[in-house]
Structures are given as structure tokens and as C-alpha cells.
């Protein structure tokens, strides 16, 4: 396919070329000598797609070597006494954070050309949605974002035991786009929470939880960043940052105990054990 698509480039700018020059003189013969501009032009694709191919041969072979790919999470029917005993207790809602814990993004800044948020992503590396986007009136910035292995596999398991809420430090206009992208028509994200919806003291800036649910006892929240659940630490389940590693199993491996603490009356009486040691 890429290669595919690096031949529709160069047919397509050969056609371009001839083109032109048949509508200037129809009875001159068309030129097809390559300017300097379009050899420059050709080489850039080259290796732009030279790249991306790296990438995704790499990727592959990271994913084919690595015993990581075996890890599967299998659904088992609840028994008659787990049935009844979810029946007694409400359905919860789990909170997620985006950047960083289901995502990762990148971009250049348009004033002085750095890499933002790209210095730990490797060249070759294959973003799996590319967005463009007008923030505050500034012009049109192209974001890399790179999703978290088996995330949406994830989604689609905890989907189906708690109501999901993404909540994000981030400004609306980015994380509203990545968030459908995410979602994929699944409907899975629709209740949102942005930067607006933050508590910022001083430089601090942090999550209400009971602006999503007021009952503590069934909110929990995934967050790379403990200063985003400081005020509700017995509601927090930590998560390593992500920000590019193909072998990264972290989401899966939250999933036995999502699957479990779904049973529970209250999930403080379990999250409250892990104490931080400061
Ligand atoms: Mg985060």
C-alpha cells in the first residue's frame, strides 16, 4: 500500500508535468526532463515513504518477536454468585485521561519549528492519526498522534463493565478531535471533561471527580498524573506515562483488576490500600 501510494505520487506528478506542457504548444512535443525542483521533490517522497515503510516493517517485527503479543485478556462469564452480587451493587463509572494514558501526541511548533512532544518518537515511527488544527486563531498546526498498545481493546472491555468519562487537562479544540477519533463510531466516549473543567491552583492543575459522578463510591480515574486525582487519592488507579513503546502492555494489564473491582460496593474500601509513600 505504501509503496502504492509513493508510484500514484510520481505518476501523478509526471501526468501534472505533461500536462502543462501540452496545453502551452499542443504541437510542441511534451517535455518530460526532470527539473532540479521535482528531482528534490521525488527524493523527499522517497524518503518520507523509505521511512514510514522502516517503520511499519519494524513495528511488525517488534510485534512478531515479542512474546508481549501473546498477552490476551479472556472474558469468563460471571458465575450465578458473581451475577447476583453485581445485581446488588450500582455501576460505576471509570474515568479516563487521555494524553499520556491512552495516547500520546506530537507537533511542530509553527514559530520555531520544534518537534513538541516528539523528542522520545523515533523518526521512522508511524503515527496512527494525523490531525490538523487551528488553536487560538494561530495557524493550522499538524498534530502526530500515536495511540497506546491495545488500547482499543481496552475500551471495548471496560465499555462494557463501567460507564466511561474522558477527562483532560488538555484544551478542548485537540482533545474533542482525538477523542472521536478514538471512539471510532463506537460511542463508547461520549461524556467529556476538558481543561475548563480542571481545578487550577497556583501552577497545580487537578480533576473534580464529582463534576462527573457525586457518588465517590462508585468513580473511579486512570491518570499518568497524580497531581490530577491529589484531591481524590482513594479514587485513583496510577498508570505509567506513555509516550512511544510498541511493546507497552500497561492497559492490559489493568484489565483483571478493572474486571474485579467492578464487584465491589465501594471502590475506596480497595483503592484506599495503595498508599504513596512520599
Ligand atoms: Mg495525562
Redesign the pocket.
Known amino acids: 500500500m505504501i509503496w502504492g501510494q509513493f508510484l500514484f505520487a510520481i505518476m501523478s506528478s509526471s501526468a501534472s508535468a505533461l500536462d502543462v506542457d501540452s496545453s502551452v504548444n499542443p504541437s510542441v512535443e511534451p517535455s518530460v526532463a526532470p527539473t532540479p525542483s521535482m528531482l528534490v521533490l521525488v527524493r523527499n517522497e522517497l524518503y518520507s515513504y523509505l521511512r514510514r515503510l522502516l517503520g511499519f516493517l519494524a513495528a511488525r517485527t517488534l510485534e512478531f518477536i515479542r512474546p508481549d503479543r501473546y498477552i490476551i485478556y479472556k472474558e469468563v462469564a460471571p458465575s450465578r454468585t458473581c451475577a447476583i452480587q453485581l445485581e446488588r451493587v450500582p455501576r460505576k463509572t471509570l474515568i479516563l485521561?487521555?494524553?499520556?494514558?491512552l495516547l500520546h501526541s506530537c507537533y511542530i511548533d509553527p514559530e520555531t519549528k520544534e518537534n513538541v512532544g516528539g523528542s522520545q518518537v523515533p523518526a521512522c515511527a508511524v503515527p496512527d492519526y494525523q490531525i490538523h488544527l487551528t488553536i487560538d486563531g494561530i495557524e493550522p498546526i499538524l498534530f502526530s498522534v500515536f495511540k497506546r498498545p491495545h488500547v482499543d481493546e481496552f475500551l471495548d472491555h471496560v465499555a462494557q463493565w463501567y460507564d466511561l468519562a474522558i477527562y483532560t487537562a488538555s484544551v478542548e479544540s485537540y482533545a474533542a478531535r482525538v477523542v472521536d477519533m478514538l471512539d471510532a463510531g463506537r460511542g463508547i466516549l461520549q461524556r467529556r471533561f476538558y481543561r475548563q473543567h480542571c481545578r487550577s491552583n497556583t501552577s497545580i492543575v487537578s480533576k473534580d471527580l464529582t463534576l462527573v459522578n457525586r457518588d465517590l463510591s462508585r468513580t473511579l480515574i486512570i491518570?499518568?498524573?497524580p497531581n490530577?486525582y491529589r484531591d481524590f487519592p482513594h479514587n485513583a488507579i496510577p498508570i505509567k506515562s506513555f509516550i512511544y513503546d510498541p511493546s507497552d502492555t500497561e492497559l492490559l494489564k489493568l484489565l483483571p483488576f478493572l474486571d474485579a473491582l467492578r464487584f465491589t460496593k465501594d471502590v475506596r474500601s480497595i483503592l484506599r490500600r495503595r498508599v504513596e509513600n512520599h
Open positions: 485521561d487521555l494524553d499520556e494514558t491518570d499518568n498524573t490530577a
